[in-house]
């Protein structure tokens, strides 16, 4: 993995080129995204270019995308796992092949998105951004070191009870598993008695468990450090220049999001417009530009912001390491999910 993410980002002055004339109506497409994650430009093009009418509902983790597709009556056409859950979707048969490699706009995937160990060959996948996840200080309120997890997990005075995290399992544990040198997706249920432990010491000073609405969160002054993803980071700043994403030196959470077809959707042939409209480099950069992220197709470079290019939300220091999430067994999602539940009881 390399130390430099280099950012494919979309520029903010990105101008769509829209029809003046409408195309025919062809049909709907159902998408179920993470929160605040799809730019508004970005549906009205497709929608202009294909006349194809599209219904955005949201979700706050990977948790509660699964669930929702485990309950079989989901009624969506294009959901958006992370990386580390695509195979456990796929094993349990959530996921119908899309078979990207045959799609128009394949040949634009950057070659390490081409054969992901999560989906070699695009068989169920293609990228849609991927990042990394630490916290966001507001450094007004707090001047020290940020850059380790002794600030988030054993706050200082100025930070306590102003702490927001994630409420989701995975995302919360991998962090402190990282922050105590212990092995992502342990088994070993002394090793998560530790995780337990830290959390635990933690939460007294933890505000609210919430995955959503941080943006407002940070900027409002409600909380003055949340964990947070770079590119979320990125948004916060731009309200307040006193946000900081840390770069903890043990370690960074490193993701990938993926658009994918359940099983059963209604639109399978609007959901592959969609697929395909994405892996062209002019609109996976708006993408992009809008939420602040990297994504994995050649040539959206053409349409970087100068602003992103530079943001140092995208680029961890030199020798930091950058720690991609794992896909965990049964036992160790089991151990994870009595954690959880401990914690929030």
């Not at 958006?80 to 899309?98: K, T, Y």
């Not at 997890?149 to 706050?155: A, D, I, M």
């Not at 053409?302 to 943001?311: Q, R």
Request: hydrophobic share 40%.
């Amino acid at each position: 993995m390399k130390k430099n993410i280099v950012p494919l980002l979309g520029a903010t002055a990105l101008i769509l080129s829209l029809s003046a004339v409408p195309a025919a109506a062809e049909g709907d497409l159902f998408i179920y995204n993470w929160t605040d994650y799809t730019a508004p430009e970005l549906i009205e093009k497709f929608e202009a270019e294909t006349g194809i009418s599209v219904t955005l509902d949201t979700y706050d983790s990977n948790e509660t995308l699964l669930a929702k597709l485990q309950s079989g009556a989901t009624g969506y056409d294009i959901v958006v796992p992370s990386h580390n859950f695509v195979e456990i979707f796929i094993a349990e048969g959530l996921l119908q092949p899309i078979n990207a490699a045959t799609l128009a706009g394949h040949g634009n995937l950057a070659a390490d998105f081409k054969n992901a160990p999560w989906d070699p060959g695009n068989v169920y996948t293609v990228p849609w951004q991927w990042g990394t996840t630490s916290f966001t200080v507001n450094t007004s309120v707090y001047e020290g070191d940020i850059n380790t997890y002794e600030v988030l997990f054993k706050p200082p005075a100025e930070l306590q009870g102003q702490i927001g995290m994630f409420k989701s399992a995975d995302e919360v544990i991998s962090m402190a598993q990282i922050s105590l040198g212990l092995p992502l997706c342990s088994e070993n249920p002394e090793e998560m008695r530790q995780v337990l432990d830290l959390l635990e010491t933690q939460k007294p000073f933890v505000k609210t468990y919430n995955s959503d609405g941080i943006l407002e969160r940070l900027v409002s002054g409600d909380t003055a450090m949340h964990q947070n993803w770079n590119g979320y980071s990125i948004r916060a700043r731009a309200e307040n220049p006193a946000m900081r994403y840390a770069f903890p030196a043990e370690g960074v959470i490193t993701w990938a999001d993926n658009l994918a077809v359940p099983t059963g959707a209604r639109n399978y042939d609007n959901a592959i417009k969609f697929i395909e409209f994405m892996m062209q480099p002019e609109n996976i950069a708006v993408q992009s530009n809008f939420a602040g992220y990297s994504n994995g197709v050649d040539g959206s470079t053409a349409f970087m912001s100068e602003e992103l290019k530079a943001a140092h939300e995208l680029s961890p220091p030199e020798g930091t390491p950058l720690v991609f999430s794992q896909t965990c067994s049964e036992k160790a999602i089991d151990l994870q999910n009595r954690v959880w539940t401990s914690l929030l009881q």
